[in-house]
Each structure stands twice: as C-alpha cells, then as structure tokens.
C-alpha cells in the first residue's frame, strides 16, 4: 500500500507537476490535497506542454483515477474549462476524475473579496494570485462555506446562501461599497455547475483508503510548497492551506501511518512569487539571467519570480517537519551557465549566527545569509539521465544539497521532459 506524497519543500514553483506525472506511471490514484486554482502544474509529455491548475498531474497516464481532495478549494467554473481544454487536446478525464463532496467552492464573492482585500491592503498587500483561494479557506474555517456535495441538492444549497450571503453582501457593500452579489446568479451558476460536475462529486475518502488496503499506490499531489504553509510559513505572507505532510493526511483523509515514502521537491536554488522575506534573494545579473534562462515567470499569474541562492537554513527546516524519506533536486540544468554557485549554510541575526529560521518575518527579514561558494561545472547537465554522467562538481554541489537537507536526493531533474531525469535510488521498487 504505497502512498507517496509529493511536497513542495520552498515556496513553490518546485518542479512537483513533472515528478507527479513520471510517478504517476505506476500510480492506481493521483489525489491533490490542498489549495485551488493558485497553483500551476506544467507537465510536458509526449501528449504535449500542459499546464494544469485543478485537474492532478495523473491524467496523462492510463487507468489512474485522478482525486480532487476535501482539502482542495474549487473554483468550479475553471475546473469546467480545465476539462474541456484537456478534452480539445485529446485527453477525456470523464471516466477518471473524482472530487471530494467535502471539498469547499470557491464562489464569485471569494474572487471579488480576494482582490478588493489585497487592494486594501496597499504596501502590506501579500501577493495573492487573485484566485479567491484565502477568502474561500477564510468562509471554510468561518464555518460558512459551500461544499461541493452542496450543489448536488439545490433547495437545501438555497437555505444556506439565505444565512451565507447576507453577511458577505454586508461586507461588499459596506466595507467595500461595492455591489452585492444575488442569490439567483449563484442559484442559476450552481445548477449549471451541478450538470457538468455532480457526476464526478464523490464520497473519495472511503475510495482512497480501500485503494491503499488492497496494496494500490497512490500519489499524493502538493500544492504551493511549505513555506507557504498557514502555520509553518512565512506568514502573513503565506496561502490559506497546509501544503505540509499534515495537509496530505487531512486533504484526503489518510492515515498518516498510510504515508510510506515523502517526497521533498527542491529546487536547485530558490523562488518565490509575491511579497514576504527571502533571505538569499538575488538583485543582480546572476538573478536576472537565471530568471531569464529557466523563464521564471508564474504559471498562473505570469508574474516574474524573485531568484535566489539555494538557502540550507530553510532546506533543513522544510525536512524537519516534513520529515522527508526522499529528496528531489529539480532544475540543476538552469545552473549549467553559472562559473561558481553558492549556497546559504546559516543566518546571521542581530550578530549570531543561527541555523533554523526565526518565526517573526521581521526577524527573518533581518536574516544574513553566511555563503559557501562551490565551482560551477564546465560540463552541462541539460538532458542528463545517468548519474555516472552527472559532471563532478555538479555531483558535489548536489550533495552539498543533501547533507544540508538532512536526507538523501533519490531524483534529480536536468530538464523539463519526463526522461530528463536521474533515478539515484529507484524510489518505486522500495
Ligand atoms: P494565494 O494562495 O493566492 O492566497 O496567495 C498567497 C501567496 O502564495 C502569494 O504570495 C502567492 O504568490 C503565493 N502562491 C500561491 N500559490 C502559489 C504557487 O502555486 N506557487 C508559488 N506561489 C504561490
């Protein structure tokens, strides 16, 4: 009963859509646990170049089942055209798509309070993708949100906006002094999206524990990465979910125990999109031509990524409550150009030298990063499949990576296609 569960070991971006395809290929359920439409997954396979949002990266393989989980926030009109846009490039999910009953809906309202919110919030606005994503966690914890097993009974769904919408329409008028929102509209939207999803809307808990008690594997899809984490983050520059190894197990109602093999997806150096601290943050040339090389703009909102040095501190503490069995380097070859690389070992603050990141982002914006600088390699590694052909400094920088992770790298990613991988350990077979 293997369960892998795929992780996003910075502030996402990882690389975590390719290693979810290349797993998927001996998967029985590929199941995203957390998050929403703020994410973008790129898979590039030989059906084409994809970048998916809602739809788990296990809809390229055949005979996997792919879950949406009740920690997943859905906004259901991008799920519908995710699946008309699959299906125009040849690839019919119908029979293998599922989504939580338990999972909330992101509704009109939530998009519109997202941006106006992060309006207000002027210089401290944190970067949202504008999705809806906070305030639909925000209605999901206020106890007022719209679960998809809600469109499925629309009489019922109609006694609930009548208490739900009164008091969001109160906060859009007033606070805002913006229109309100009408019930038909969200009646009329609902019934529509209860035709072309409620045949997908499932009880999956019970689907994905039976799958793992008759030996099947299941994929566990991330989203964001743990230093977007509510609790564990760089909060409030943070999402609204728990994209961590305890997100995995409330996301989809496993066990934890259930949990064989963690997956910790790094890049070989660091990004982050939006605002909030990022110690090792480049503001020269080299950040400029990595951002340039390995097209570092968001999937989702194609904003410009911020660039910077592989930072160990947060490496080891993204392991320390992940707990990774497996790490994974992503995006070696973007360095490939580079002459030396560095890596961040430790902070200093306020005059002593640290090894586990503050919790207050005032003080982690206080952060000095102390440096080790390795040679560059004068070999590429674009396209590099075997480890024995990895050049010798590359070898030693990732497993510089490594001891400062706390955990060995299994994978290690030169390009964006599936077989532009090294499988150091055949994580599968164990
Ligand atoms: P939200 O998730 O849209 O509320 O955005 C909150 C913060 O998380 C912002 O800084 C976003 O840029 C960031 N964020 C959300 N999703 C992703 C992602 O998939 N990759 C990278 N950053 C993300």
């Given at each position: 009963?293997?369960?892998?569960?795929?992780?996003?070991?910075?502030?996402?971006?990882?690389?975590?859509?390719?290693?979810?395809?290349?797993?998927?290929?001996?998967?029985?359920?590929?199941?995203?646990?957390?998050?929403?439409?703020?994410?973008?997954?790129?898979?590039?396979?030989?059906?084409?170049?994809?970048?998916?949002?809602?739809?788990?990266?296990?809809?390229?393989?055949?005979?996997?089942?792919?879950?949406?989980?009740?920690?997943?926030?859905?906004?259901?009109?991008?799920?519908?055209?995710?699946?008309?846009?699959?299906?125009?490039?040849?690839?019919?999910?119908?029979?293998?798509?599922?989504?939580?009953?338990?999972?909330?809906?992101?509704?009109?309202?939530?998009?519109?309070?997202?941006?106006?919110?992060?309006?207000?919030?002027?210089?401290?606005?944190?970067?949202?993708?504008?999705k809806g994503i906070g305030p639909a966690y925000s209605d999901k914890t206020s106890r007022t949100g719209i679960r998809a097993a809600d469109i499925l009974d629309l009489?019922?769904?109609?006694?609930?906006?009548?208490?739900?919408?009164?008091?969001?329409?109160?906060?859009?008028?007033?606070?805002?002094?913006?229109?309100?929102?009408?019930?038909?509209?969200?009646?009329?939207?609902?019934?529509?999206?209860?035709?072309?999803?409620?045949?997908f809307i499932k009880p999956v808990g019970r689907f994905v524990n039976d799958t793992l008690?008759?030996?099947?594997?299941?994929?566990?899809?991330?989203?964001?990465?743990?230093?977007?984490?509510?609790?564990?983050?760089?909060?409030?520059?943070?999402?609204?979910?728990?994209?961590?190894?305890?997100?995995?197990?409330?996301?989809?109602?496993?066990?934890?125990?259930?949990?064989?093999?963690?997956?910790?997806?790094?890049?070989?150096?660091?990004?982050?999109?939006?605002?909030?601290?990022?110690?090792?943050?480049?503001?020269?040339?080299?950040?400029?031509?990595?951002?340039?090389?390995?097209?570092?703009?968001?999937?989702?909102?194609?904003?410009?990524?911020?660039?910077?040095?592989?930072?160990?501190?947060?490496?080891?503490?993204?392991?320390?409550?992940?707990?990774?069995?497996?790490?994974?380097?992503?995006?070696?070859?973007?360095?490939?150009?580079?002459?030396?690389?560095?890596?961040?070992?430790?902070?200093?603050?306020?005059?002593?030298?640290?090894?586990?990141?503050?919790?207050?982002?005032?003080?982690?914006?206080?952060?000095?990063?102390?440096?080790?600088?390795?040679?560059?390699?004068?070999?590429?590694?674009?396209?590099?499949?075997?480890?024995?052909?990895?050049?010798?400094?590359?070898?030693?920088?990732?497993?510089?990576?490594?001891?400062?992770?706390?955990?060995?790298?299994?994978?290690?990613?030169?390009?964006?296609?599936?077989?532009?991988?090294?499988?150091?350990?055949?994580?599968?077979?164990?």
């Amino acid at each position: 009963m293997p369960a892998y569960a795929i992780l996003g070991a910075q502030w996402g971006d990882e690389g975590k859509g390719k290693i979810i395809d290349y797993l998927s290929k001996r998967a029985d359920i590929v199941a995203r646990f957390s998050g929403g439409n703020n994410a973008g997954h790129t898979v590039i396979n030989d059906l084409g170049d994809f970048s998916l949002h809602l739809v788990p990266c296990g809809v390229f393989s055949d005979g996997v089942i792919n879950v949406i989980g009740n920690g997943v926030v859905v906004d259901p009109d991008v799920l519908i055209e995710e699946i008309e846009s699959l299906q125009q490039s040849g690839i019919d999910i119908t029979q293998s798509l599922m989504i939580s009953e338990r999972a909330h809906l992101i509704m009109p309202y939530h998009v519109i309070l997202d941006t106006l919110a992060e309006a207000q919030r002027g210089e401290t606005a944190i970067g949202t993708t504008g999705k809806g994503i906070g305030p639909a966690y925000s209605d999901k914890t206020s106890r007022t949100g719209i679960r998809a097993a809600d469109i499925l009974d629309l009489d019922n769904l109609k006694t609930r906006l009548e208490t739900v919408l009164p008091f969001t329409n109160a906060v859009l008028e007033k606070i805002y002094g913006v229109q309100p929102i009408s019930l038909k509209l969200i009646l009329e939207k609902s019934e529509y999206w209860q035709k072309r999803l409620g045949a997908f809307i499932k009880p999956v808990g019970r689907f994905v524990n039976d799958t793992l008690d008759n030996g099947g594997t299941v994929v566990l899809e991330g989203a964001q990465g743990i230093l977007l984490d509510l609790d564990h983050g760089t909060y409030p520059f943070v999402t609204s979910s728990s994209p961590t190894i305890g997100g995995a197990s409330t996301g989809l109602a496993i066990q934890p125990n259930q949990i064989t093999n963690v997956l910790g997806i790094f890049k070989a150096y660091n990004t982050r999109v939006g605002s909030g601290p990022f110690p090792t943050e480049l503001f020269d040339g080299i950040g400029e031509g990595i951002r340039t090389i390995a097209k570092e703009f968001g999937t989702t909102t194609g904003r410009p990524r911020r660039i910077g040095w592989f930072d160990g501190v947060l490496a080891r503490y993204s392991n320390r409550i992940n707990g990774y069995t497996s790490a994974v380097i992503t995006r070696l070859d973007v360095l490939d150009h580079l002459d030396s690389v560095s890596i961040c070992v430790g902070y200093k603050l306020d005059g002593e030298i640290i090894d586990e990141p503050p919790g207050g982002v005032a003080a982690l914006e206080r952060c000095i990063p102390e440096y080790e600088t390795l040679p560059g390699w004068d070999v590429p590694t674009a396209g590099v499949s075997e480890i024995a052909d990895l050049p010798k400094n590359a070898r030693a920088y990732v497993e510089r990576l490594e001891e400062l992770i706390g955990c060995s790298v299994d994978i290690i990613s030169t390009g964006p296609h599936r077989d532009h991988t090294i499988m150091v350990r055949d994580i599968l077979a164990s």
